[in-house]
């Protein structure tokens, strides 16, 4: 079993930063590929970014803006969000998965946080 505990959301100029960190408890938190997805009122969950110990993967919407690492030592993986946009506004969830490989479908995720809002302003 693995719990999840998102933080680090909030309101946001555009052009500005935020670091969304996701702490981990449980054992064998190296062995899990993690996540960050993210939902907008009215639509779907949609992938941000993904980490595992064959790499990184990003939507083409936030690459070369954000950048996904992780602590195994710390149990945390984090998001730093640069140059950010009012369509980055959503609500950001971390999820952890036991594929060995980094993977953009929500369907795979098998634990999840409760979420943390970033709102970005105009």
């Known amino acids: 079993q693995v719990q999840l505990v998102e933080s680090g959301g909030g309101l946001v100029q555009a052009g500005g930063s935020l670091r969304l960190s996701c702490a981990a408890s449980g054992r064998a938190f190296s062995t899990f590929a993690m996540g960050w997805f993210r939902q907008a009122p009215g639509k779907e969950r949609e992938f941000v970014a993904a980490?595992?110990?064959?790499?990184?993967d990003y939507a083409d919407s936030v690459k070369g803006r954000f950048t996904i690492s992780r602590d195994n030592a710390k149990n945390t993986v984090v998001l730093q969000m640069n140059s950010l946009k009012p369509e980055d506004t959503a609500v950001y969830y971390c999820?952890?998965?036991?594929?060995?490989?980094?993977?953009?479908?929500?369907?795979?995720?098998?634990?999840w946080g409760q979420g943390t809002q970033v709102t970005v302003s105009s």
């Open positions: 980490i595992s110990w064959s790499g990184t």
């Open positions: 999820g952890a998965t036991r594929t060995l490989f980094v993977t953009t479908e929500t369907s795979e995720y098998d634990y």
